[in-house]
């Protein structure tokens, strides 16, 4: 049966990218699109997407949008998601958008400010309210009335309250319904009161059950409450955001909503991920060719870091945000431990200026045996998952991840902590599932620096003590299916679920 399915978000990658959000909202839509649905995506006109690669074409739609006492003229661009003939359309209104510039420390969400540290933009919640609001304006203007409209994260937090409140009088919305999509629900876009005459809601609709939260306005509420389905980006993530340890101060409101709640974990885009193809590695390899290649991307990737190209010393790679909530903490503690094994470590991200002099100092104490590069290079992330002996990725929180499936493909065992999409889709290796033949990396649950180094001491002893073994955890992992086909079944599941279908 097909489905005509809207999906709404703030990035998209190939346009536009902070995170993981970008990567399901540029995957998702074409694997759909492959299971026959019809299925177009909305986002915001950047700058970044004006001056993009991708050919830009303008429509001759210009939609009105009400935002608060005003009503601001929107105009709709559109292309296609590479490699699909997925429509994407794009929201344009210069004063809200088209700002983003690093050369001048400007994100899409954010700007560095002085002291290194970043700031939202003071106008993001009336930047969202636009934009919420112009994505059922656009779907209207082009005539594409979906069955069902995805929004994903707090940005999208007011489409499905517009389609309940404004939307659902007109006759052809009766039908539709709305999922909501959590990609991180420690980020909710919480704002003063007065957000609220922005929106153009009947105003008795900001209360504690619906829009309001200890007297804020919260966008990532307003989509759970007002969403006909909830998910997140996976089944134990579901589980976790309702307990206080997880849940951000929504736990409760969750638990309330837990019928409506779901998880799916995210795929993999294993047209750009996939070792036997990659064009960002020296030489490609499968799981039958792995261990004759791998010894050359290992000493590619050493030589890169400036590191002693020592075939036998274990590597360690990272590849993340440097932030509390990727366990960088962890890592960094037990790091010296790791080193004193006769390891090797690389470190490539960019996030808290702490982390960044902890890193550097930690380098220049060590340079023999660790390599920082402090920003990001699409390049470099795939020599590093290729080139590493072990990945690692001891998060805090992590809702669904994607470095440990890469890892996983490219023969690189992740060492993960145990919770979120982690938990989900790495099978710690043990001696049980050494002998059953299932283990696909190594896992802990504790959130402690000594876990992580008795974890990492474990995967050390088999890669140095019994091969055999960790060539099946490393063939097991590369054998795995964390396709993005796999995961639009998934939601298509949930989208007939929704319908009534």
């Known amino acids: 049966m097909s489905l005509k399915i809207l999906i709404a978000a703030s990035e998209v990658v190939g346009f536009a990218k902070t995170g993981g959000l970008a990567d399901v909202a540029g995957s998702l839509p074409r694997a759909l699109a492959a299971r026959g649905h019809q299925v177009a995506v909305v986002m915001p006109y950047y700058r970044c997407v004006r001056l993009g690669r991708i050919p830009i074409e303008r429509t001759h739609h210009v939609i009105p949008v009400p935002v608060g006492l005003r009503t601001l003229a929107c105009r709709l661009y559109r292309a296609t998601l590479p490699d699909s003939q997925v429509p994407i359309y794009f929201i344009d209104q210069p004063e809200y958008f088209d700002r983003d510039d690093p050369a001048a420390g400007k994100g899409l969400y954010q700007q560095n400010m002085p002291g290194g540290y970043k700031a939202d933009y003071p106008d993001n919640a009336e930047r969202f309210v636009f934009f919420s609001r112009a994505v059922l304006e656009t779907a209207h203007s082009m005539s594409f009335i979906p069955d069902v409209i995805h929004a994903n994260d707090w940005q999208t937090g007011l489409v499905p309250v517009y389609l309940n409140e404004v939307f659902r009088t007109r006759p052809q919305y009766e039908n539709t319904r709305s999922i909501f999509t959590i990609h991180n629900i420690a980020y909710q876009g919480m704002f003063g009161p007065d957000v609220m005459n922005l929106t153009t809601l009947p105003g008795w609709l900001f209360n504690h059950a619906q829009l309001e939260f200890h007297g804020r306005f919260n966008f990532l509420k307003a989509g759970l409450v007002f969403s006909d389905v909830v998910n997140t980006v996976s089944p134990t993530y579901s589980r976790e955001i309702q307990t206080p340890e997880y849940g951000c101060g929504l736990e409760g409101l969750l638990r309330v909503n837990r019928m409506k709640l779901f998880g799916i974990m995210n795929g993999v885009d294993y047209d750009a991920w996939n070792p036997a193809t990659d064009k960002h590695i020296a030489a490609n390899y499968d799981d039958a060719t792995v261990f004759d290649v791998k010894p050359k991307l290992k000493a590619a990737l050493q030589a890169r870091y400036k590191l002693p190209l020592e075939p036998d010393k274990p590597l360690l790679g990272v590849v993340a945000r440097l932030v509390s909530q990727k366990g960088i903490d962890l890592i960094l503690s037990a790091a010296p431990g790791f080193l004193d094994m006769g390891c090797q470590m690389v470190f490539l991200g960019e996030g808290d200026p702490e982390y960044h002099n902890e890193l550097i100092q930690f380098r220049d104490k060590h340079p023999k045996q ?15 998952e290729a080139g590493a002996d072990l990945f690692l990725m001891p998060s805090r929180y992590e809702p669904s991840g994607l470095n440990q499936l890469y890892s996983m493909k490219y023969g690189t065992p992740p060492v993960v902590r145990s919770t979120g999409g982690l938990a989900d889709s790495v099978v710690g290796a ?10 696909t990396g190594f896992s802990f649950g504790e959130y402690t620096a000594n876990a992580l180094y008795q974890t990492i001491k474990w995967a050390v002893t088999l890669y140095r003590d019994r091969p055999k073994d960790f060539q099946q955890v490393v063939r097991t992992a590369m054998k795995q299916d964390w396709s993005w086909y796999r995961s639009a079944g998934d939601y298509e599941r949930l989208y007939l679920r929704v319908l009534g279908r």
């Open 430 to 439: 043990t001696q049980e599932t050494l002998a059953a033949g299932t283990a």
């Open 370 to 384: 660790v390599g920082i590069f402090l920003g990001y290079d699409e390049s470099l992330a795939h020599q590093v």
